[in-house]
Nanobody
Framework: QVQFVESGGGLVQPGGSLRLSCAASGSIFNLYKMGWYRQAPGTQRELVATITRGGSTDYGDSVKGRFTISRDNAKNTAFLQMNSLKPEDTAVYYC?????????WGQGTQVTVSS
């Protein structure tokens, strides 16, 4: 079993910043990839950003240049710095980890960008 502690969501004005964190624990030996996906009402879940144990990153096209993912391997924690937020970034953000090819999902945290 994998447990998650997600934090950092909330309400922010357009142009503002938020920082999400996701700490994984439990059966996480061989934790390979961490990251976030997001889902707005009526849409499919989409990639936000991922990072491997070695530090390789991948970003969704809509967040490139605005969001930055990082990771503390010793603490099995990932961070997502979100800058220049737009109303279209409003969604539930889900933490995802990959362990030996299997995906595990956190419960999600709401991010709302509105004036």
């Amino acid at each position: 079993q994998v447990q998650f502690v997600e934090s950092g969501g909330g309400l922010v004005q357009p142009g503002g910043s938020l920082r999400l964190s996701c700490a994984a624990s439990g059966s996480i030996f061989n934790l390979y990839k961490m990251g976030w996906y997001r889902q707005a009402p009526g849409t499919q879940r989409e990639l936000v950003a991922t990072i491997t144990r070695g530090g390789s990153t991948d970003y969704g096209d809509s967040v490139k240049g605005r969001f930055t993912i990082s990771r503390d391997n010793a603490k099995n924690t990932a961070f997502l710095q979100m800058n220049s937020l737009k109303p279209e970034d409003t969604a539930v953000y889900y933490c995802r980890v990959v362990i030996l090819g299997d995906s595990y999902w956190g419960q999600g945290t709401q991010v709302t960008v509105s004036s």
